[in-house]
């Protein structure tokens, strides 16, 4: 009797977990304005295959600044037939001695190591460290919103490769949280007990004011 009920479920099973796909793809429409579910769906009859090919992270980002770290990004403002898939990739060049500063994303990161050696690593709201050296084919993976950070610590350039969960993950410094705005330094004194000084510099170097 339990198999007949199965078998008689399972038209029902599968037409529910597919009910959700209701087109192959939405191809983001980047001539109009992006919302909380993403772009609107670009034209199916104007869609070709260049919508599903990007070769931006071919190109190393720049790493002519403070941190000698350069990103070029896949994100679904880069390459639109991301839009809807739950996916973006980011590509990281580090000179040696360089660091991608501790920063976060409102999803999860998968890192791989391309060339060179890495410290990476991550800090938990238990205020643990987690953190390893990684070298050419090692990854690791970082939980969505908490803190994260890598360093190179070798004697080469580094090239890395970072995927997410979503189209447009986000990203947030906590350098530039804390000195790249207009928050008065008073403020930013108090909540990180650096000095006057320091926070004055800082914000210079960030761009911040007040």
Known sequence: MMIFRIIFLLPLLISISSANIVFDYCVGDLSLPTGPTG???KDPAKVTVDDFVYSGLRIPGSTKNLFKFGAS????SQFPG??????SMVRADMDVGGAVPIH???VSELIIVVEGTIIAGFIDTNNTAFYKTLNKGDMMIFPPILLHFQVNVGSTPVVAYATFPSENPGVQLV???LFQNTLPS????KVTLLDQAQVKKLKKIFGGSN
Do not use: F, K, P, Q
């Open 39 to 41: 772009y609107s769906c």
């Open 175 to 177: 350098d530039g949280a």
């Open 186 to 189: 008073e403020v930013v004194e």
């Open 82 to 87: 991301l839009n809807g898939m739950g996916i």
């Open 104 to 106: 976060t994303h409102r």
């Open 73 to 76: 990004t896949a994100l679904a």
